[in-house]
């Protein structure tokens, strides 16, 4: 057997540099044309001009999610912290529109965990925090969801699994980080049964909500984007919702504005995504076993994978 390569990013960790070289440079030559002519059925590609129509289009859809919800039949959804552009539009439709949210829910993706347990809203990298001022806190309290039916996940998080057998999760929102992951269901470690190989598909899918350890990479990009470049700020775990509530999703849909992941990045998920290419070094290609998920891209976030030096 061939061993596969070594990470470039960190040798002790599983991640997209450890696939196929022939993979990486068919990523790479994706024209966004090409891209688009990789939709398929349960797999779709949408694109969008502007940041403005980006945003509000993610926004939207937390009302089209909420609109479904009834007493005898509770719908959620379950969004992320990154992007965070549309909770300020999702609060203002709301109030605008006058919209009920008695019924609807909430499901946080995920939370920072220091020192065995979930940050608290004190903490400034906090995305229960977040979501609350960005959101619901600016939601008229005619209109606002009971405090009791927004789902924050924990280091002890079988309440949280069990909220998702008793409502309806209508779309699982997110973006995709720079080591391809959604949420933060991130690669594994490389040593002990996962040295030579990544878990196996099945294995991986079988993951639910649960505290990880998080790639180097992820602790990069989150300092980059959330912490002005300080890495000491940034924990290196967190509590995150798992293949298995995801499945549980109706509908997944990620939102590519190129702050997050970059130009490769989003053309390598699409196109193993598009191709069923399955590698759990890779977990948002796990994702083309989902019988309905939606990537959006802002053009402007696409830009090109030519080499250039700066």
Same mark, same amino acid.
């Given at each position: 057997?061939?061993?596969?390569?070594?990470?470039?990013?960190?040798?002790?960790?599983?991640?997209?540099?450890?696939?196929?070289?022939?993979? $990486?440079?068919?990523?790479?030559?994706?024209?966004?044309?090409?891209?688009?002519?990789?939709?398929?059925?349960?797999?779709?590609?949408?694109?969008?001009?502007?940041?403005?129509?980006?945003? $509000?289009?993610?926004?939207?859809?937390?009302?089209?999610?909420?609109?479904?919800?009834?007493?005898?039949?509770?719908?959620?959804?379950?969004?992320?912290?990154?992007?965070?552009?549309?909770?300020?539009?999702?609060?203002?439709?709301?109030?605008?529109?006058?919209?009920?949210?008695?019924?609807?829910?909430?499901?946080?993706?995920?939370?920072?965990?220091?020192?065995?347990?979930?940050?608290?809203?004190?903490?400034?990298?906090?995305?229960?925090?977040?979501?609350?001022?960005?959101?619901?806190?600016?939601?008229? =309290?005619?209109?606002?969801? /009971?405090?009791?039916?927004?789902?924050?996940?924990?280091?002890?998080?079988?309440?949280?699994?069990?909220?998702? #057998?008793?409502?309806?999760?209508?779309?699982?929102?997110?973006?995709?980080?720079?080591? =391809?992951?959604?949420?933060?269901?991130?690669?594994?470690?490389?040593?002990?049964?996962?040295?030579? #190989? /990544?878990?196996?598909?099945?294995?991986? $899918?079988?993951?639910?909500?649960?505290?990880?350890?998080?790639?180097?990479?992820?602790?990069?990009?989150?300092?980059?984007?959330?912490?002005?470049?300080?890495?000491?700020?940034?924990?290196?775990?967190?509590?995150?919702?798992?293949?298995?509530?995801?499945?549980?999703?109706?509908?997944?849909?990620?939102?590519?504005?190129?702050?997050?992941?970059?130009?490769?990045?989003?053309?390598?998920?699409?196109?193993?995504?598009?191709?069923?290419?399955?590698?759990?070094?890779?977990?948002?290609?796990?994702?083309? $076993?989902?019988?309905?998920?939606?990537?959006?891209?802002?053009?402007?976030?696409?830009?090109?994978?030519?080499?250039?030096?700066?």
């Amino acid at each position: 057997m061939v061993m596969r390569p070594l990470s470039k990013i960190a040798q002790g960790w599983w991640d997209y540099t450890t696939l196929d070289e022939a993979i $990486l440079r068919e990523a790479s030559h994706l024209s966004p044309k090409q891209m688009a002519g990789l939709d398929r059925e349960g797999f779709h590609i949408a694109f969008y001009d502007t940041l403005e129509e980006f945003y $509000l289009a993610e926004a939207l859809e937390y009302i089209s999610a909420w609109s479904q919800a009834t007493p005898d039949d509770p719908v959620g959804i379950c969004g992320p912290i990154g992007p965070t552009e549309q909770l300020p539009l999702v609060a203002r439709l709301i109030n605008e529109l006058g919209l009920s949210l008695r019924n609807a829910h909430f499901w946080a993706m995920d939370e920072w965990v220091l020192d065995g347990k979930e940050v608290p809203p004190s903490h400034p990298l906090s995305f229960a925090r977040t979501n609350l001022e960005l959101c619901f806190d600016r939601i008229d =309290k005619r209109l606002a969801m /009971p405090r009791e039916n927004i789902h924050f996940p924990t280091c002890r998080p079988a309440e949280y699994r069990r909220s998702f #057998e008793h409502v309806r999760c209508a779309v699982m929102q997110g973006g995709q980080g720079e080591v =391809k992951h959604w949420a933060f269901n991130d690669p594994f470690r490389r040593h002990g049964q996962y040295q030579d #190989e /990544p878990p196996s598909i099945e294995e991986y $899918l079988g993951l639910s909500t649960r505290v990880v350890d998080l790639h180097p990479l992820t602790i990069l990009q989150n300092a980059r984007t959330s912490a002005n470049g300080n890495l000491c700020q940034v924990p290196t775990q967190a509590v995150t919702v798992g293949p298995v509530e995801t499945w549980k999703a109706e509908k997944v849909s990620i939102w590519h504005a190129g702050a997050h992941d970059n130009p490769f990045g989003i053309r390598l998920t699409t196109l193993m995504i598009a191709e069923r290419i399955l590698d759990s070094s890779v977990p948002m290609s796990l994702l083309a $076993l989902h019988p309905n998920v939606h990537f959006h891209v802002y053009r402007g976030g696409l830009g090109n994978t030519s080499v250039e030096l700066h």
